[in-house]
Structures are given as C-alpha cells and as structure tokens.
C-alpha cells in the first residue's frame, strides 16, 4: 500500500492517538484534528515524541480533513451529528472510517450499548455524508493496547461497508498494525453489531483488570 495522508477527526482521545501513532509508526502522513489547533499540535508533539521520524501535523478538524486519502473519525457519539455537519463537504468522495462506538455508562451496571435510532453510529454517519466512502471500523480494539508501540495487539478489526474497494483500504491499514488481522465484517448495516460488542469488552476489562480485544477463529 502506497503512503496514505490519515486525518483523525476528535484525534486528541486515547483510541485516536493509539491510532494515530500506528499509523505514523509505519510511515503514513498523520494529520491530527481537534476541535482548537493548540489541542490538535499538543498531541502531534506527543505522538512526535514518541515516533521521531513520523511525518505528523496537528490543527482544527477542518484544516486536517484538507486532502486527506482516509479521514478516522474518533470522537464520542454524542458530538457525532454536530461535528459531521461542519464537514460534510469536505469529506466528499473521502474514505471514512467510524469508530464512533454508541455508549451509556449506569452506574452498578458498566458500559451500556446505546439504541441508535439509525441502526448503528456508521449508518447515521453515511446518512450525513451521502458523497463519503463510509466504513466501520476499530471499535473494539483497545486504546491502551494501541499506545504500547513496542507490543503486538493481537486482535481482529472486523471492517464493515458498502463500498467494496474503501474496506479494502480500511482492512490494509488494519494489517500494518503489528498483530493486528483485518476481516471483512460485511455490509455496513453489520457495524450494529461491532459496535455493540465494544460495551461487552469494556465491563469485560473491568470485570477481569485486563484489556480484551477479539479474534475470530476459523477464517
């Protein structure tokens, strides 16, 4: 795979940080967004810190989404509808990968998977962005694990979309994360059920103090 531009959309978080410096790990151009530039470049120094070498820019999620190849969105769902309206035209024909993941914390009980009207976070996202290349993808694999960059992770990303050819670019990049196997997890209405399961490993971790990723056998 040639090096692609990756912008991260709410990038500042720790499951677009663990991503972000993945990716720059192997070579990719990284563009980190935030909702203010300093936070954007804040953390483009961190990931920097960490990568020396790694070709990186931080600034507002509009200045990064700018010709991007594949545009990661990786904010909480609940600034998914607002954020999305500001770029709808800025992402058009871009591949875009979701790994928004619809979630409810109640107390006694642990993670609580959302009822999102939409079916899932990635149908709703491709309703507002009807010119995008939707995919979903990432929503189970653990942020802590992302950010040992000297550590395998070990898991599966199941990749869900319509688009034939971005889940094939979304599944590569997958497979350059060191233990990392990108699948083909079907059409884009299948994220219902990814991002569900990522409330299931949550209060897993919490319950067994670990962080749990998924692999799926047979395939």
Same mark, same amino acid.
């Given at each position: ?5 990756? #912008?991260?959309?709410? &990038?500042?978080?720790? @499951? &677009?940080? &663990? ?29 920097? #810190? ?6 990186? %820019? ?18 909480? %769902?609940?600034?998914? @509808? ?28 642990? #993670? ?38 000297? @550590? ?40 219902? %059920?990814? @991002? ?24």
């Amino acid at each position: 795979m040639s090096i692609k531009k990756i #912008a991260f959309i709410g &990038g500042t978080g720790p @499951e &677009g940080i &663990g991503l972000a410096l993945r990716m720059a790990s192997v070579g990719h151009r990284v563009l980190i967004g935030s909702r203010t530039q300093e936070r954007g470049k804040e953390v483009s120094e961190r990931i920097l #810190a960490e990568v020396p070498d790694a070709n990186v %820019y931080g600034g507002t999620n509009q200045e990064v989404v700018n010709d991007a190849d594949v545009v990661f969105l990786t904010f909480p %769902y609940s600034g998914q @509808e607002a954020t999305l309206k500001t770029l709808v035209d800025d992402l058009d024909n871009v591949i875009v990968c979701n790994v928004v993941a619809p979630l409810d914390f109640v107390k006694g009980i642990g #993670a609580v998977a959302q009822d999102v009207p939409g079916n899932s976070a990635a149908e709703e996202a491709a309703v507002q962005l009807p010119d995008s290349r939707v995919v979903a993808a990432f929503q189970n694999m653990s942020a802590e694990k992302l950010m040992k960059l000297g @550590e395998p992770v070990e898991s599966d990303v199941l990749v869900c979309s319509d688009d034939h050819e971005a889940k094939g670019v979304v599944i590569e990049l997958a497979n350059q994360i060191d233990g990392v196997r990108g699948l083909d997890g079907g059409a884009l209405s299948n994220s219902r %059920y990814v @991002e569900m399961l990522t409330s299931l490993l949550i209060n897993l971790n919490r319950l067994h103090k670990t962080q749990t990723s998924i692999q799926v056998v047979g395939i």
